[in-house]
């Protein structure tokens, strides 16, 4: 029996235990950049168009968050735009799935049962790579597919087709040295994650400083493949050569560690629980507060970069006429800075929301977990546990607002010397979110407390908020669907007149809300 | 002597399971009571119902003098639970985790604590998601075994342990009874039940279908013999307490009651023994022996 023995088996099961999740992965990835080529296209129907938009592109925040832009063109363009997005996603997808396939399979026990059989030693990690491989694949060759369908080069098309593929390949190679190193998926995703966190970061900081620092980055030299702007094709080579290789290591390091075992020891933690530690909400606090402090330093990072990018768009700067047009629908004001400064704490609310939804959601994943029960089985009230973690969804995202709001003002008021002005103006474009965030975790509280089934379907909600607001403004949409959303009703600030009442009214709709959802959640079996 | 627990016509449905079936329950205070079926006949239903965490259909329950639905909070101070599957907060250590139990119900003995974590040979400062079910299991032991209540609640508490760590659990279950505490002890296996119980109550598909001392149940606690013997038996069949007997020329099989297994042990030796195995019979065998065909009648 060789080594590798099985390992077709093994990846026909990945593939049919994933035969929804990656096909959905894979999808996104292709269609993003179409679907951004086209909007440009919409957007910039000619060359002139194009043009004035570079010197806004050029600022350093936007540099720092896109990459540089090498070449003003609709590809080029679409590249700029969507490829970091791109990036993180064929990323996440390559760790995600070979941790699945190893590292989790091994702490659950299921690998046991599968090495028994006539398996070879070396076949999962096999398996799970040429499962995330595959993957990354077919989703390069269909993202390229699909920007050829939308009219654009060939050579630039398949040069970002090539560079989300291999980036993928070098993300699938670093988890599966991560997955050696820790006995735990969770913590081996955390380190490919940071990986992937790191690339970005010092991608960011070498596109608008010290160029050399991209060039340590896997993220950095699929940008610097330059798709659609005189394409550099050997520098796919490089993530290839570092996909090789750390995939090298991962097979002696595996072969080196016994089953379940890892090469980095657990750490101990206290043998006692701390004096805080003895209430629902302490308990709350434990679990949420990592999770709290990242979003914190994350929104509080892109509050200053969007807000620092703010300055370069004066209104004297000509810029395209339906630019400005879709940042006055978005961002409901006709000065520029404003309408842009609207649109960006709209998307803002709306990514904060994500959070909320997160925080409420727990709610649901302590209970399916079986970990609810015991917490239960003590003096512990239902409302008093819930409300516990619902305090993170509603104070949590209020802080992240506050957050950005505060960070944006600073950068942006830092820049036009109006620190004391812009502070308190971004701070409530920010905070004016708040309600409508709330009312999606009223909505995730009432389907925990009456369908908990159904309490997954908060995501859609929120998917659904996203859609509306990227494709409202863009397609004209009837009012009544557009409505729909909560965002929709926020107040468009700081262009726009604050007015109070669909703040009320979205505050009222989450309180009866969650109150409708915890009077069912007291009543209803748990479980 | 008041009932800790008393439960009448109990019934629970799950969609189109009827998981409890008007299942009769009643623990006296200060008795180790053994909740006996084999897996999915509802012991766990029964004892979600009895914490108020779900809701009958129909029935009455009692809870140490209580309503276990209305009273909850006020109830739960009273008893400790240890789920049959039990998860931890994959950050929390197992120390961190037996304090805030602790503490929710209202207190824990620091010197019982630390007993108990040296008896189980527990280590408190592991995280959560690194132990083993066993180890998981011991961390909601010690939990509930160190606070100061009048009733436990256990769920299959021996599933993942080891034998000897089994001996440990009996042990303490023996010092909490001695100390006047109760005791619901839900098993499917029948010699842990056996080792520990005062009374029984055997439920099949919801229902109860048995109920008593060990000693009133003495017919459930046979050994099942296969004996090879140098010549054909005789008498056998006269001896009191066998059942079941088959005799193919040498060889017998049958069954005993245990206060009987000495008489007929003596008799097998007069015939001469070539080989001799002896089991207890499987909780699986004695339900279909005993309780199918009242089911089937019922």
């Known amino acids: 029996m060789s080594a590798l023995t099985g390992t077709r088996h093994l990846t026909r099961l990945a593939f049919r235990l994933d035969r929804l999740r990656l096909p959905v992965w894979v999808l996104a990835i292709a269609l993003l950049p179409m679907a951004t080529a086209a909007q440009y296209k919409q957007l910039y129907p000619t060359k002139a168009d194009l043009d004035s938009v570079r010197a806004v592109l050029s600022t350093p925040a936007l540099v720092a968050i896109g990459g540089p832009l090498f070449r003003v063109s609709l590809g080029g363009l679409t590249a700029w735009k969507i490829m970091s997005t791109e990036l993180i996603l064929i990323g996440l997808m390559s760790l995600l799935t070979v941790v699945r396939h190893t590292r989790t399979e091994e702490e659950t026990g299921r690998l046991e049962l599968i090495s028994a059989g006539v398996v070879g030693r070396h076949a999962p990690l096999t398996a799970a790579l040429v499962t995330a491989g595959l993957a990354d694949l077919v989703a390069g060759a269909l993202a390229a597919l699909f920007l050829l369908a939308t009219g654009l080069p060939a050579t630039g098309s398949l040069a970002l087709g090539l560079a989300v593929c291999v980036t993928g390949l070098a993300f699938a190679a670093i988890a599966a040295v991560a997955v050696q190193l820790t006995e735990n998926a969770r913590t081996a995703i955390a380190i490919a994650g940071a990986v992937l966190a790191g690339s970005y970061l010092l991608r960011a900081v070498g596109d608008t400083g010290p160029t050399w620092l991209s060039w340590l980055s896997p993220l950095g030299w699929a940008i610097h493949i330059r798709a659609y702007a005189g394409e550099r094709w050997w520098v796919a080579g490089l993530a290839v050569a570092l996909a090789a290789l750390l995939a090298a290591l991962a097979y002696t390091l595996a072969g080196r560690r016994d089953v379940g075992a890892a090469l980095l020891a657990q750490r101990p933690g206290p043998a006692m629980a701390a004096a805080g530690l003895r209430s629902p909400f302490g308990l709350a606090w434990r679990l949420h507060r990592g999770l709290l402090a990242g979003w914190l330093f994350g929104m509080a990072v892109a509050g200053a970069a969007l807000g620092g990018a703010a300055s370069a768009l004066t209104d004297q700067i000509a810029v395209n006429q339906e630019l400005t047009d879709m940042l006055a629908r978005l961002g409901g004001s006709k000065g520029v800075t404003d309408g842009y400064l609207g649109a960006v704490f709209g998307i803002v609310g709306l990514v904060v929301a994500c959070y909320t939804v997160q925080a409420t959601l727990r709610l649901r994943a302590e209970e399916s977990a079986g970990r609810l029960e015991p917490l239960l089985a003590t003096r512990t009230g239902r409302v008093r546990w819930a409300l516990s973690h619902l305090v993170f969804a509603v104070v949590g995202s209020a802080l992240l607002l506050a957050a950005a709001g505060a960070a944006g003002g600073l950068a942006y008021g830092a820049q036009i010397s109006d620190v004391g002005g812009q502070v308190p103006r971004l701070l409530g474009a920010a905070m004016v979110q708040l309600p409508a965030a709330w009312v999606l975790a009223g909505l995730g509280v009432a389907l925990f407390g009456l369908v908990p089934q159904a309490t997954p379907l908060t995501w859609v909600a929120l998917v659904a908020c996203l859609v509306l607001l990227e494709l409202g403004a863009l397609l004209n949409l009837s009012r009544w669907i557009v409505d729909a959303s909560p965002f929709a009703h926020v107040p468009k600030l700081p262009g726009a007149e604050f007015s109070a009442t669909p703040v009320l009214w979205l505050t009222a709709v989450a309180v009866v809300l969650a109150a409708a959802g915890l009077v069912g959640f007291r009543r209803r079996d748990i479980g | ?298």
């Open chain 2, 1 to 298: 002597m008041t009932d800790a627990i008393s439960v009448s016509g109990l019934v629970k449905t799950f969609g189109r399971t009827r998981a409890l079936d008007g299942l009769e329950l009643t623990v006296r205070t200060g008795e180790v009571h053994g909740f006996l079926g084999p897996n999915g006949a509802g012991k766990s239903t029964t004892i979600r119902v009895l914490l108020g965490l779900l809701r009958a259909d129909a029935g009455t329950a009692t809870l140490l003098g209580g309503d276990p639905w209305r009273d909850t909070a006020d109830l739960h101070r009273r008893l400790a639970y240890v789920p049959g599957e039990v998860t931890l907060w994959p950050s929390l250590t197992g120390g961190e985790v037996i304090d805030l139990l602790g503490r929710l119900r209202g207190g824990l003995d620091a010197g019982r604590r630390a007993t108990l974590l040296e008896r189980f040979d527990l280590d408190p400062t592991k995280k959560g998601r690194t132990y083993s079910k066993g180890n998981r299991q011991k961390v909601a032991l010690v939990a509930a075994l160190a606070s100061d209540v009048e009733l436990l609640i256990l769920d299959e508490p021996t599933s993942g342990l080891d034998p000897l760590m089994e001996e440990v659990f009996r042990t303490c279950i023996a010092e909490e009874r001695k100390n006047g505490r109760t005791v619901l002890l839900s098993s499917h296996i029948l010699a842990e039940v056996e080792a520990l119980c005062d009374r029984v109550s055997i439920i099949r598909a919801g229902r109860t279908v048995d109920t008593g001392t060990l000693a009133e149940l003495r017919h459930l606690t046979r050994t099942s013999i296969t004996a090879e013997l140098a010549a054909t038996p005789t008498g056998l069949d006269a001896l009191p307490g066998l059942h079941d007997l088959v005799v193919d020329g040498p060889r017998v099989r049958f069954d005993v009651d245990n206060e009987h297994l000495g008489d007929v042990l003596r008799q097998l030796t007069g015939c001469g023994v070539r080989s001799l195995t002896s089991q207890p019979p499987t909780l699986e065998e004695l339900f279909l022996r005993h309780y199918e065909e009242e089911l089937v009648g019922s």
